[in-house]
């Protein structure tokens, strides 16, 4: 039990990180990096 609610704090974690990473930078960086592979 504990580490399926380990996982789910991670995810938890990690779902958090995704969303103010993607506020602050993740458009330019996604920008950078499709221009990058395409350009």
């Given at each position: 039990m504990s580490r399926s609610r380990f996982f789910f704090a991670w995810m938890l974690v990690v779902a958090v990180?995704?969303?103010?990473?993607?506020?602050?930078?993740?458009?330019?960086?996604?920008?950078?990096?499709?221009?990058?592979?395409?350009?």
């Open positions: 990180a995704v969303v103010l990473v993607w506020s602050c930078t993740g458009r330019s960086l996604l920008l950078l990096a499709s221009s990058r592979c395409c350009g």
